[in-house]
């Protein structure tokens, strides 16, 4: 992955794979939490009250640590790890595919299990475009008022979210901005004399 930016999928998708009479249909979701993850979760087990299995696995975060893959009561290793390989052999992060199964009867065994959960993955990825998003640094900002508009043209100019404002006659304002734009706003922020800034 670049530095300054991570892959993930454009919104959410779903496919659906059949073999031997189970039915699996995966649902594949961008997400920025773990509290996304377990909405999204509710909400399809609230969709497919009779389902047999909910498995899922989702990675988050540009460091490649923070993942979870779950079998959710099928044979260890047959579920979660092949969605969570589908995600990696695309290098996405920030997403979550949760694949719902429908027992049909006929046992599939280990390969079967591992290749219906691997298939739906993949298919659920191919049918949403990838896409390329920045990561950002985030930004504090304790000023006098005066000074705000100089702050909201600098967030405007660099591309910059806000994620948090106190206005008074003295104000705060944290703000995240892409990481490939750092050397502007440095270079911005260095004609600022009567500003208090730090990194977050």
């Known amino acids: 992955m670049e530095n300054d930016f991570y892959s ?5 998708s779903t496919a659906e794979f059949k073999d031997k009479g189970s039915k699996f249909i995966a649902y594949a979701f961008p997400i920025n939490d773990e509290k996304d993850f377990k909405n999204h979760l509710s909400e399809l087990k609230k969709e ?10 989702y990675r988050l975060g540009t460091d490649g640590n923070n993942f979870r893959a779950s079998d959710a009561g099928e044979p260890a290793g047959t579920a979660g790890r ?12 920030n997403i ?8 049909g009867g006929t046992l599939l065994g280990v390969p079967g299990l591992i ?4 298939t739906a993955a993949a298919l659920a ?22 000074k705000l508009n100089d702050v909201m043209n600098w967030i405007k100019k660099l591309d910059g979210v806000i994620d948090y404002q106190e ?3 003295f104000c705060t304002i944290k703000c995240s901005i892409p990481k490939s734009k750092l050397a502007l706003a440095e ?11 730090k990194w977050l």
């Open 187 to 197: 270079s911005l922020l260095s004609d600022w004399h009567d500003m208090e800034w």
């Open 82 to 93: 092949p969605i969570l390989g589908q995600i990696d052999s695309k290098e996405y992060t």
């Open 125 to 146: 990825l191919q049918v949403v475009p990838g896409i390329k998003k920045p990561i950002y640094k985030s930004i504090q900002f304790d000023f006098d008022y005066t």
């Open 8 to 12: 993930s999928i454009q919104g959410p």
């Open 48 to 57: 497919h009250p009779k389902a047999n299995h909910y498995c899922f696995a």
């Open 115 to 118: 290749n219906a959960y691997k």
């Open 96 to 103: 979550l595919i949760i694949v719902i199964r429908y027992f």
């Open 167 to 169: 206005m008074q006659l």
